[in-house]
């Protein structure tokens, strides 16, 4: 089950990121019976790791079940979560989604947009690797902190 993030001795310095501690979090507190309890931290970001072969897989057109909805959801509160232990300001995210997998995610903090993007083909939402999945949550984590720190103001209010 973790061929995806193995070695785990390469990992083992990313698994123990703030990003993906908080990834870990939040995806336990969105599973109702405890089932992530026994899993290992690899085990529950499994998921979010599309290789080429597994995206090959997945058909092209299609809608996204549930679990999938769940976990873009997981991906942009973790961001959120990260951007308030940094800047010390609520970070609200919000996912929209139609029932064919397109739509839009925004993270605001006060009055100020700190991310926008259009999520498209959310049936096949992943990452090549673990530490793709940290490098474009950083991307947005930075962004987000330095729109914050220039318009200080609006994310106050």
């Given at each position: 089950?973790?061929?995806?993030?193995?070695?785990?001795?390469?990992?083992?310095?990313?698994?123990?990121?703030?990003?993906?501690?908080?990834?870990?979090?939040?995806?336990?507190?969105?599973?109702?019976?405890?089932?992530?309890?026994?899993?290992?931290?690899?085990?529950?970001?499994?998921?979010?790791?599309?290789?080429?072969?597994?995206?090959?897989?997945?058909?092209?057109?299609?809608?996204?079940?549930?679990?999938?909805?769940?976990?873009?959801?997981?991906?942009?509160?973790?961001?959120?979560?990260?951007?308030?232990?940094?800047?010390?300001l609520m970070a609200v995210p919000l996912v929209n989604l139609t029932?064919?997998?397109?739509?839009?995610?925004?993270?605001?903090?006060?009055?100020?947009?700190?991310?926008?993007?259009?999520?498209?083909?959310?049936?096949?939402?992943?990452?090549?690797?673990?530490?793709?999945?940290?490098?474009?949550?950083?991307?947005?984590?930075?962004?987000?902190?330095?729109?914050?720190?220039?318009?200080?103001?609006?994310?106050?209010?």
């Open positions: 089950m973790t061929e995806t993030l193995t070695p785990v001795v390469e990992n083992e310095g990313l698994l123990k990121s703030a990003f993906v501690i908080e990834m870990v979090r939040q995806m336990r507190a969105i599973d109702p019976y405890g089932q992530y309890d026994r899993l290992s931290t690899s085990e529950i970001l499994e998921p979010f790791i599309l290789t080429k072969e597994k995206k090959r897989e997945i058909p092209i057109i299609g809608d996204p079940d549930e679990l999938v909805i769940a976990r873009v959801k997981v991906f942009y509160n973790a961001i959120s979560a990260m951007i308030e232990s940094e800047c010390g029932h064919e997998g397109f739509g839009r995610a925004l993270i605001t903090v006060g009055k100020l947009v700190v991310m926008d993007r259009t999520v498209r083909d959310v049936h096949r939402f992943g990452f090549p690797s673990l530490s793709k999945m940290k490098d474009e949550a950083d991307k947005v984590l930075s962004v987000a902190l330095e729109l914050i720190g220039q318009h200080s103001k609006v994310a106050g209010l």
